[in-house]
């Protein structure tokens, strides 16, 4: 067993999206700052209506999935297609763009806090084109398991390893093979989990530090920030002192060009060239 030691760390910066609610971006600040097949991740967190009730009104997506995870609060997606989805606190949406896809994302409370996630999936050149296809989870589909020693994992997609028990998420077969997994652990708790050796893989830490790596070689982790990890198959996570909430994902990377501009994602400049035509022309999808 080799345990993934944190490599290197990238911070959330604040920032707005969609009709500017307010969120923070980790991964996808910039070319640079992606971890093969993951393009993005963003925070969004707040209890004042004026940050999010603008929500996300009508975008085009072509070329990879967006995965929204709420932790509170209530989202209602509507495409060009006649899909309606409700996103519900615990719940999620796997959505696979393909070849093209308009829809809103559209809060649906005045008040109280809305917290969740998204995460952009990059898609293999041959699966770019396919159509678009939805994966409502609902809170009670997302297993949840009692870790040895407290704690809690939930299992979005892939399979978890507790106490000896395989914990398989709604979301498998994916040609990315990816691990979603939203972990809790009280102070002093840990958290191992076996993962392909090669998977690219972060941790990322919302409520509280985290420390990881084997034990007596710990790096610490704040809250707010994605730690890359390093070669290995196993992530070992302690909660740094009190206790700690944290995504741990990964998945198999791609090793192929990425071409992006806004929310078209291909592999050469014609493709993003031909995916803004489509759009203009109403040919998206």
């Known amino acids: 067993m080799t345990t993934r030691p944190l490599l290197h760390i990238i911070r959330s910066i604040p ?12 991964l996808g600040q910039g070319p640079g700052l992606r971890l093969d097949p993951f393009l993005m991740l963003d925070e969004f967190s707040s209890e004042n209506p004026d940050d999010y009730v603008a929500g996300f009104p009508d975008h085009p997506h072509r070329g990879f999935e967006t995965v929204t995870y709420m932790l509170d609060g209530h989202m209602l997606h509507q495409d060009h297609l006649g899909h309606r989805g409700d996103l519900r606190a615990g719940g999620a949406q796997w959505m696979t763009a393909g070849r093209g896809i308009v829809h809103s994302e559209m809060p649906q409370q005045e ?9 952009w999936v990059n898609l293999p050149a041959r699966e770019k084109m396919k159509p678009a296809a939805y ?14 020693g407290g704690g ?5 997609a892939g399979t978890a390893a507790v106490d000896g028990e395989a914990v398989a998420g709604p979301i498998r077969g994916l040609s990315t093979d990816p691990l979603f997994m939203d972990v809790r652990l009280p102070a002093g708790g840990r958290f191992v989990q076996p993962v392909g050796e090669g998977h690219n893989a972060f941790v990322y830490p919302y409520e509280g530090a985290v420390e990881i790596g084997p034990a007596g070689g710990e790096q ?11 070669a290995g198959d ?9 206790e700690a909430a944290f995504l741990v994902l990964a998945a ?13 994602v291909m592999n050469t400049r014609e493709e993003i060239e031909e ?9 998206l999808a």
């Open 275 to 283: 995916a803004i035509h489509d759009y203009q022309s109403g040919r």
């Open 252 to 264: 198999r990377p791609l090793g192929e060009p990425i071409a992006q501009y806004g929310p078209f």
């Open 135 to 148: 994966r409502d989870i609902q809170p009670e589909e997302i297993p949840a398991a009692d870790l040895p």
């Open 152 to 156: 809690r994992v939930k299992v979005i």
């Open 220 to 230: 610490r982790l704040e809250p707010q920030t994605a730690g890359v990890l390093g």
């Open 15 to 26: 920032t707005s999206d969609g009709g500017g609610v307010k969120l923070r971006r980790s």
């Open 111 to 119: 008040s109280g806090r809305m917290r969740g996630f998204q995460l």
């Open 234 to 242: 196993t992530i070992e996570v302690r909660a740094g002192g009190g």
